[in-house]
Every structure is written in C-alpha cells, then in structure tokens.
C-alpha cells in the first residue's frame, strides 16, 4: 500500500478497458480486426488516388494525407493497446507515455486542421470554380498540407512538454488504455493551473479554429447551392460535401467532449468510451465514408478491378 504513494518516476500502470480476462480477449479480436481493416482500407484509398490519374486533384491529395494520418494515429495507439488486452495488463515507462501523448496528439492536431482546410478546398471548388485551379494548384496544397504536419507536431511538443515537466504522485494508475494529457494531469503532485490553461488554449486554437474555418465554409457553399439551378451541380456539390461533413461530426464531436467540455463529475469510463470512438472507430469509418458514395472513387476502382482482370488473363 505504501508504493502506490511514491512518486512516479518510473512507470504509469494503464487501467484499459476491463479487468474482466474474457472481455479483454474478445476485445483484443474485435479491436485487432478494426485495425487491420483501417489499414487495409486507409491504404487503399492512398493506392487507388496513386493509381489513377482523374484522382490527381486537390480533395484527393488532402484525402490521401488525410488516410496517411489515419494509419499513422492507429499505429501510434492501437498496437500497444493489443498488446496490453492480449497480457492482461498494461505499463508503461514515464518517457514511452510521453512519447506515445506526443504523437497521438500531433496526429490527431494535425487532422484537425487538415479537416479545416478540406473544407476551405470545397468552398473553393463549389463557389469558385473558374478560379479554382489557381487558387489551389500544386505548390498551395503542399504549402496547406505542411502546415497542418507541422502545425501539429509544434502544438504537441508544447503541450507534452509542459503536462510531463511536473511531479506525478502515486497511485501510478491511469484509468485509461491510452496515454491522454488530460488523464496523466490528474496525478500530477503541484500546481497545474497555468498548465492545464495553456493545453486548453491550444485545445482551443486545433479544435474550435479549424471548426469555424469549416462552419464558414459551408454556411457559404450552402448559401451558393441553394442558388444553383442546374439538380446535378447540387447533386454533386452535396455528394463532395456530405463525405466530409459526416467526418467533421465523429471526429470533432468526440474530441470536443475529452478535451474542450470540462471532465468534473462525469465518469472516467465515459472518457474511455468516447476515446474507443475517435481512437479505433474513427478510422476505420473514415475510407468508408469517402468511398462508400464516391463516384469517382468507384469509377477508379472498377477501372483497376479490370485492370487486374486484364492482367491476370494474360
């Protein structure tokens, strides 16, 4: 009894899902197969826009930054969490914890604003199409994709390096089966006031920023279509914009309630919970979502099916 009141220096023990030995191995295989799926999927959209040339614009080149985010956030959180369903239990070292914050969070920033700047590339495309290819050619998006690569790996390495500069007092217990920022502050031993004031305000700046970029957007592509005449033009543009709007609700929805909406009184499973959505679900939906209505993805992939089929007759 008396360890769990040292300080932590060495280790954090990660609580997971459930201490229940059945449940954690039949999460380990559902939560397996989500993962191999996300990367199966996500990696495909990448291939697929690769592969075919009328895919070469800029809501597919975002798109596939946006599926390499993906992969890389699964593998940053999801393996060690197997991991730890398939032992029982899980720990981690104070700098692995520090590590694994630090790219979950600059991954997850990093989406963030690319989801903003998806949303500026529709406006752009839908209520300003003669002007379109200008404004977005080659060398902007790579300028707007950098910055939100950057961008969140600068807010993470804030962020972590702050939350980690304090004390951490036993009991050395993590009720989570990742390590969060706001979850690793809750055993810190001093005062974290200013901390937890400057991650809210960076929380802020990724999260409510990108959301407004995103809320203005489309209050004018809509203002813009409802003055469409032409069923396909609204067609289409509801078809490009209703993809990724379905993509702004998950991610934003869950992100907001664990970092943005204040944690007292509410149970620290509900955090798990909300976490699983935006950890494992998340990116699993999101190549779904894109492709499921997709046209020109479908066309794509109909045409490397017969591609293959030719290939393989000869």
Not at 212 to 238: E, H, Q, T
Request: charged share 10%; with cysteine.
């Amino acid at each position: 009894m008396g360890a769990d009141n040292l300080t932590c220096t060495t280790e954090f023990i990660l609580v997971g899902l459930t201490n229940d030995r059945e449940t954690q191995i039949l999460f380990f295989v559902i939560i397996l197969v989500i993962y191999l799926l996300t990367l199966v999927g996500n990696l495909g959209v990448i291939m697929l826009i690769r592969a075919d040339s009328h895919l070469h614009t800029p809501m597919y080149f975002f798109l596939t930054h946006l599926s390499s985010l993906e992969i890389c956030y699964v593998t940053s959180t999801v393996p060690q969490m197997l991991a730890h369903l398939l032992r029982g239990h899980g720990g981690l070292s104070l700098i692995r914890c520090a590590l694994q914050t630090n790219a979950a969070l600059a991954l997850g920033s990093a989406e963030a604003l690319l989801l903003g700047v998806m949303a500026y590339d529709r406006y752009l495309a839908i209520c300003h199409p003669l002007t379109y290819a200008t404004a977005m050619g080659r060398r902007r998006q790579l300028e707007l994709a950098s910055a939100c690569w950057v961008g969140g790996f600068y807010v993470a390495v804030v962020c972590v390096s702050i939350s980690f500069s304090h004390r951490f007092c036993g009991p050395c217990y993590i009720n989570h089966f990742i390590c969060e920022i706001p979850m690793v502050m809750k055993l810190a031993c001093d005062d974290t006031h200013t901390t937890k004031a400057i991650n809210f305000l960076f929380a802020g700046l990724v999260i409510l920023i990108p959301f407004s970029v995103i809320l203005v957007s489309y209050w004018l592509i809509l203002f813009s279509v409802l003055r469409m005449r032409s069923a396909s033009g609204l067609r289409k543009a509801f078809s490009t914009c209703g993809s990724h709007l379905s993509v702004v609700i998950m991610y934003y929805g869950t992100t907001t309630l664990n970092y943005i909406i204040p944690q007292s009184g509410r149970s620290p499973d509900i955090d798990k919970q909300i976490a699983v959505l935006y950890v494992v679900v998340t990116p699993l939906l999101n190549p779904v979502i894109y492709t499921l209505r997709n046209k020109d993805v479908h066309q794509a992939m109909a045409k490397v099916l017969r591609t293959s089929g030719f290939a393989l007759k000869s």
